[in-house]
């Protein structure tokens, strides 16, 4: 996948700019507060839907003016436009000029990998956050888990509300718990194969970028064994088991809406055995093992996106990420100072200079 250019228009401080990218390695030089991270937020949010930084859609939208429009034009085998508008009250998306009224058609025809600084909070967020970094990149790739997460989700918040009832209808309950359990099973199933993959490449990339020969390995901690071949009776048990539980605190305290992630070095926990310089490459081989589970599912190699984090790696380790950098991976770098690192590298690379908003050369 290739992202030819890319138009912004109203979008935080960009007023009106236009900027197209070669295939290989883009980069972008500006100094602090010029535009490089929303350029790529723009990016983030053709992908998702969503920004990386704000809930709120209407914070992109250009200070003193009314709506946003990103556009943006890509080859995937054939050349694609699409585009979106945020207004005061919402979004539009558009695919080829033509509008769309289901996001999940949208989501991950641009398939971005962003890598920030601020990813390193990922060892010590809530497992909300770690849970949502997960289930977002499924979803770029699954649309049968996007339609289990929503249904799942409805059902959640109906039984919630049933826990509530001060007489609560059995046969109802667990007409719910039966369908809450089927779109579970394929969540779990999907985690599970999602982490497999992350597991068989993310110790060959620290290896790569780190140069040590530590062991990594992320785990998926379910509300259920998954090892047990067994979904169905697993979730049925943990609903009769914890009902007395969730009758009284009115609430369902089991179950997908609850999973997390752990990241292990050498078996302990990374939040609390490894330096913040191993937490970078961790995270890191993460962001390089998620492009090869893309590749696999879709058979299509997704733009990694790389927003400062150069910088905050040595001279090494920062050579060796762009050694790992397979040629086929269209990659756009930002950055505050280009280093000779950067600008010698042996690669076919553009550089262009951001201020203010505007590309200046
Ligand atoms: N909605 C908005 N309207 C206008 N300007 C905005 C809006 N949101 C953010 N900005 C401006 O965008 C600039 C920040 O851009 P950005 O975060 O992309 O900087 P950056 O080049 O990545 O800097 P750094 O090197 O510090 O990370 C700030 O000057 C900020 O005032
Ligand atoms: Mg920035």
Redesign the pocket.
């Given at each position: 996948m290739i992202i030819k250019e890319l138009k912004l228009r109203n979008f935080?401080?960009f007023k009106n700019c236009h900027i197209s990218f070669i295939p290989n390695i883009n980069i972008i030089t500006?100094?602090?507060?010029?535009?490089?991270?929303?350029?790529l937020?723009s990016l983030v949010f053709l992908s998702t839907t969503k920004s990386h930084r704000v809930n709120e859609d209407q914070?992109?939208?250009?200070?003193n003016t009314e709506f946003s429009n990103i556009d943006c034009l890509y080859n995937d085998g054939i050349d694609y436009k699409i585009g979106a508008v945020i207004h005061q009250k919402g979004k539009s998306l558009l695919i080829n000029k033509q509008y769309i009224s289901k996001s999940s058609e949208f989501i991950g025809l641009l398939n971005v990998i962003l890598f920030s600084p601020s990813d390193i909070n990922i060892f010590n967020d809530s497992p909300r956050v770690r849970r949502k970094l997960m289930d977002l990149e499924i979803t770029k790739v699954n649309k049968k888990y996007v339609n289990c997460l929503n249904n799942y989700q409805k059902l959640l918040k109906e039984r919630n509300i049933t826990l509530k009832n001060e007489k609560i209808d059995s046969i109802y309950l667990n007409t719910l718990e039966d369908q809450m359990i089927d779109n579970q099973k394929y969540i779990i199933e999907e985690r599970i194969k999602f982490i497999e993959n992350i597991n068989e490449n993310i110790n060959k990339y620290f290896k790569k970028i780190n140069g040590e020969d530590l062991n990594i390995k992320i785990e998926y901690l379910s509300c259920v064994d998954c090892k047990e071949n067994n979904l169905d009776e697993l979730l049925k048990d943990m609903y009769i088991s914890n009902f007395e539980r969730d009758r009284y605190t009115q609430l369902t305290n089991s179950g997908i809406h609850r999973d997390d992630l752990l990241f292990k070095i050498n078996n302990q926990n990374v939040n609390d055995y490894a330096s913040q310089g191993q937490r970078r490459v961790v995270i890191m081989s993460f962001k390089l093992s998620l492009i090869e589970y893309i590749k696999k599912v879709t058979k299509k190699i997704p733009v990694l996106l790389l927003?400062?984090v150069l910088s905050e790696l040595d001279i090494k380790r920062q050579t060796n990420l762009l050694n790992c950098i397979e040629d086929e991976i269209q990659t756009i770098i930002?950055t505050?100072v280009l280093s000779n690192n950067l600008r010698n590298l042996n690669k076919n690379i553009s550089i262009k200079e951001?201020k203010d908003?505007i590309i200046i050369n």
């Amino acid at each position: 996948m290739i992202i030819k250019e890319l138009k912004l228009r109203n979008f935080r401080n960009f007023k009106n700019c236009h900027i197209s990218f070669i295939p290989n390695i883009n980069i972008i030089t500006g100094l602090n507060g010029q535009g490089k991270t929303n350029l790529l937020e723009s990016l983030v949010f053709l992908s998702t839907t969503k920004s990386h930084r704000v809930n709120e859609d209407q914070k992109m939208i250009r200070i003193n003016t009314e709506f946003s429009n990103i556009d943006c034009l890509y080859n995937d085998g054939i050349d694609y436009k699409i585009g979106a508008v945020i207004h005061q009250k919402g979004k539009s998306l558009l695919i080829n000029k033509q509008y769309i009224s289901k996001s999940s058609e949208f989501i991950g025809l641009l398939n971005v990998i962003l890598f920030s600084p601020s990813d390193i909070n990922i060892f010590n967020d809530s497992p909300r956050v770690r849970r949502k970094l997960m289930d977002l990149e499924i979803t770029k790739v699954n649309k049968k888990y996007v339609n289990c997460l929503n249904n799942y989700q409805k059902l959640l918040k109906e039984r919630n509300i049933t826990l509530k009832n001060e007489k609560i209808d059995s046969i109802y309950l667990n007409t719910l718990e039966d369908q809450m359990i089927d779109n579970q099973k394929y969540i779990i199933e999907e985690r599970i194969k999602f982490i497999e993959n992350i597991n068989e490449n993310i110790n060959k990339y620290f290896k790569k970028i780190n140069g040590e020969d530590l062991n990594i390995k992320i785990e998926y901690l379910s509300c259920v064994d998954c090892k047990e071949n067994n979904l169905d009776e697993l979730l049925k048990d943990m609903y009769i088991s914890n009902f007395e539980r969730d009758r009284y605190t009115q609430l369902t305290n089991s179950g997908i809406h609850r999973d997390d992630l752990l990241f292990k070095i050498n078996n302990q926990n990374v939040n609390d055995y490894a330096s913040q310089g191993q937490r970078r490459v961790v995270i890191m081989s993460f962001k390089l093992s998620l492009i090869e589970y893309i590749k696999k599912v879709t058979k299509k190699i997704p733009v990694l996106l790389l927003d400062d984090v150069l910088s905050e790696l040595d001279i090494k380790r920062q050579t060796n990420l762009l050694n790992c950098i397979e040629d086929e991976i269209q990659t756009i770098i930002t950055t505050s100072v280009l280093s000779n690192n950067l600008r010698n590298l042996n690669k076919n690379i553009s550089i262009k200079e951001i201020k203010d908003g505007i590309i200046i050369n």
